[in-house]
């Protein structure tokens, strides 16, 4: 898989919106983009994942640049259940791997 | 959907002895996969299993460690004579048979963390 580029630790205040990049410029064609988050103590969560087009789902939303090039997680309004490690991946689509590859993310803390 | 469920949740053993830990996937997911992730570092891949069929492992999964899904259900991961490097948490994640691996998305359990003494 891709290599992506997270800053190592974000603040954000409660009931904000929070915006979490991630740089992939070395992204293939047929790269998807996945999020996973991991509370404390807990094994990661399925966030998102998209390919090109901006994705919304119940937890968040994800952009995506017109180049590809780098993505952008957006949680409409933090609350303190979203402090977490926020990891973005990108899946090869045409990969024979299933496996994930997981950089060392980006850990949001929440301020209430 | 009771998610996935792994035994036990925290393991401490003493240098050279033998550890098992289970997880149990979510019912009907056929895929099930092995990671381990040491303290301040992201999960790292061990190995796959689609049904019983173990498919992909890492340069990480030494011969001290074994892992087995008979009959496709629940899996086992074994590790031999354990070393204080082994010392980590051991995630286990299923997926169904429904997603390409782009589209996959994974759901881990709360993982077994070991400590060697």
């Known amino acids: 898989d891709a290599k992506t580029t997270q800053p190592n630790s974000m603040e954000s205040n409660e009931e904000e919106p929070v915006h979490l990049p991630c740089n992939h410029s070395?992204?293939?064609?047929?790269?998807?983009i996945h999020w996973y988050r991991q509370l404390p103590s807990q094994g990661p969560e399925y966030v998102i994942h998209g390919l090109t087009s901006n994705v919304n789902n119940r937890m968040a939303s994800l952009a995506i640049a017109e180049d590809r090039k780098s993505s952008t997680l957006i949680l409409h309004r933090a609350t303190l259940r979203d402090a977490a490690v926020y990891y973005c991946?990108?899946?090869?689509?045409?990969?024979?791997?299933?496996?994930?590859?997981f950089g060392k993310g980006t850990k949001l803390s929440v301020i209430p | 959907d009771t998610g996935v469920s792994q035994d036990p949740r925290h393991k401490i053993t003493k240098r050279g002895q033998n550890v098992t830990f289970r997880c149990d996937p979510i019912?009907?997911?056929?895929?099930l996969y092995w990671y381990r992730q040491t303290l301040g570092q992201g999960p790292e891949f061990l190995t796959y299993?689609?049904?019983?069929?173990?498919?992909?492992k890492s340069r990480l999964l030494s011969d001290r460690f074994s892992a087995e899904r008979p009959k496709g259900s629940f899996s086992t991961l074994e590790i031999q004579r354990t070393e204080q490097g082994d010392s980590a948490m051991y995630l286990c994640?299923?997926?169904?048979?429904?997603?390409?691996?782009?589209?996959?998305?994974?759901?881990f359990g709360s993982g077994t963390q070991l400590s060697v003494l």
């Open positions: 070395t992204i293939s064609g047929t790269d998807y």
């Open positions: 991946i990108l899946r090869d689509s045409g990969a024979g791997s299933y496996q994930l590859t």
């Open positions: 299993f689609q049904n019983e069929a173990q498919l992909e």
């Open positions: 019912s009907e997911h056929n895929r």
């Open positions: 994640a299923s997926s169904s048979r429904a997603s390409a691996s782009s589209n996959e998305k994974l759901f």
